[in-house]
């Protein structure tokens, strides 16, 4: 169930709500966090590869619910207009199934954030990804001031790199990442508005209290 509206009141990002077809992206609360961490235990990717510069999902299993939850509160903790993080919840069809999220620094001068996301192995291959980032992007830009958008993936995830070309994603050079300590080259990736491939119509909830609490105004 959606967010108690108290608590979206007083933490806007806890009050966002997307829907796009048979997507929906909204705020983490606390049944939303449990059930994630349900879905990260149903596996995320091949154990033989890592596609996170944060190899987070390496924790031991009985470690994964504490790291987890620690990440969704550090994330909430440290929430502040020049430097914030905004990780929504995907549903499909009403089932969890993965996060969406972007992160800034700056944001009221550089207006832009980097855009990061999992998707539980089960419901890969699907278009869930696709469509999350699809009506995800569409929401920074339409709803929160978002001037471009960048990415990243490693070279040897070709999966993470068709999704943001079918998103309209650009090349945007190289970068080099040790997730596992060893070197993984990552390639970068940039979206403007007008490159953006849309998606599903989107009808959203809470943007205008978002924009408030990050000192954008309203469009």
């Known amino acids: 169930m959606p967010v108690d509206p108290r608590l979206a009141e007083a933490f806007p990002p806890l009050g966002l709500r997307v829907t796009a077809g048979r997507l929906e992206l ?7 966090a449990l059930a994630l961490i349900d879905v990260v235990r149903g596996g ?21 619910p504490a790291n987890y939850l620690q990440w969704w509160w550090r994330s909430m903790a440290t929430f502040a207009p020049d430097a914030w993080e905004l990780n929504l919840c995907a549903l499909w069809d009403g089932e ?3 996060v969406q999220g972007v ?11 980097e855009t990061g996301s999992w998707l539980g192995r089960r419901f ?10 699809r009506a995800f992007c569409a929401l920074l830009f339409d709803e929160l001031g978002f001037e471009f958008v960048t990415s990243a993936a490693f ?4 999966a993470s790199i068709r999704v943001s070309y079918k998103v309209g994603f650009r090349e945007n050079g190289l970068d080099w990442q040790p997730p596992r300590d ?8 940039l979206l403007l508005p007008e490159n953006l491939v849309r998606g599903e119509p989107l009808t959203v909830a809470g943007a205008s209290a978002m924009r408030r609490f990050i ?5």
């Open 26 to 32: 909204r705020g983490i609360g606390t049944e939303e």
């Open 44 to 64: 995320v990717h091949d154990e033989s590869v890592m596609p996170f510069s944060v190899p987070w999902t390496d924790a031991e299993p009985e470690a994964l």
């Open 96 to 98: 969890v199934v993965g």
């Open 103 to 113: 992160a800034t620094r700056d944001f009221a001068t550089l207006r832009f954030g």
């Open 124 to 133: 890969q291959g699907r278009g869930i990804g696709t469509a999350m980032r």
């Open 155 to 158: 070279t040897d995830n070709q």
């Open 182 to 189: 060893e070197r993984g080259t990552l390639q970068r990736m």
């Open 215 to 219: 000192g954008v105004e309203d469009a």
